[in-house]
């Protein structure tokens, strides 16, 4: 599996965007970059996963470096409810490791009002 | 539409008592996970079951896990012989399928072994 390092944590005010990064150095090349988030007292939820290519959706953009060694998360307009702790993950891709997430320590977003 | 829903969601057991958890995904997904998250600790497969096929248990840790899923829908979960090493939250998730990359959690039941 990719190893991942995230910062352990991040400010934002509410209304402004937010940029979380995750390195993924190790990642192999049909592994795709996952993201979730966690509320507490809750079960991760799904964020948005993207391979080469930027992706958007609902919730947030996903900014992928050329190289794909890291990516950024962006929450274009952070929210109180945004506050939780956000996790990058390499895979599941091909081979062995399909359907396996692992999550390292992740990022913990503290939202100002 | 109901999600992933697990039960019970807290259990304090004792050592050495075996323990069932349970795990209903969402109607129609194909995929089951089981997961655990310590304190502290990242997340950690377990295993894993899609359709038919044989499920993969290469994350349990010990052969004190085993885990059944009934008729393709609901899982269960089981530890024999709790040790106080097991004590986390345990985490179901599903998926539509194997190549689904969106999993769907539920809330976890948090296993405390005294």
């Known amino acids: 599996d990719a190893k991942t390092t995230q910062p352990n944590s991040m400010e934002s005010n509410e209304e402004e965007p937010v940029h979380l990064p995750c390195n993924h150095s190790?990642?192999?090349?049909?592994?795709?970059i996952h993201w979730y988030r966690q509320l507490p007292s809750q079960g991760p939820e799904y964020v948005i996963h993207?391979?080469?290519s930027n992706v958007n959706n609902r919730m947030a953009s996903l900014a992928i470096a050329e190289d794909r060694k890291s990516s950024t998360l962006i929450l274009h307009r952070a929210t109180l409810r945004d506050a939780a702790v956000y996790y990058c993950?390499?895979?599941?891709?091909?081979?062995?490791?399909?359907?396996?997430?692992?999550f390292g320590q992740g990022t913990i977003l503290t939202v100002h009002p | 539409g109901a999600g992933v829903s697990q039960s019970p969601s807290n259990k304090v057991t004792e050592k050495g008592k075996d323990v069932e958890l349970r795990c209903d995904p969402i109607?129609?997904?194909?995929?089951l996970y089981w997961y655990r998250q310590s304190l502290g600790q990242g997340l950690e497969f377990l295993i894993y079951?899609?359709?038919?096929?044989?499920?993969?248990k290469s994350g349990l840790p010990s052969d004190r896990f085993s885990a059944e899923r009934t008729g393709g829908s609901v899982s269960t979960l089981t530890i024999q012989r709790t040790q106080q090493e097991d004590s986390a939250v345990y985490l179901c998730?599903?998926?539509?399928?194997?190549?689904?990359?969106?999993?769907?959690f539920g809330p976890g039941t948090r296993l405390t072994v005294t």
């Open positions: 998730a599903s998926s539509s399928g194997l190549y689904s990359y969106e999993q769907y």
């Open positions: 190790t990642i192999s090349g049909t592994d795709y």
């Open positions: 993207g391979l080469t």
């Open positions: 993950t390499g895979g599941p891709g091909g081979g062995t490791s399909y359907g396996k997430l692992t």
């Open positions: 109607s129609g997904h194909t995929a």
């Open positions: 079951f899609q359709g038919n096929s044989a499920p993969d």
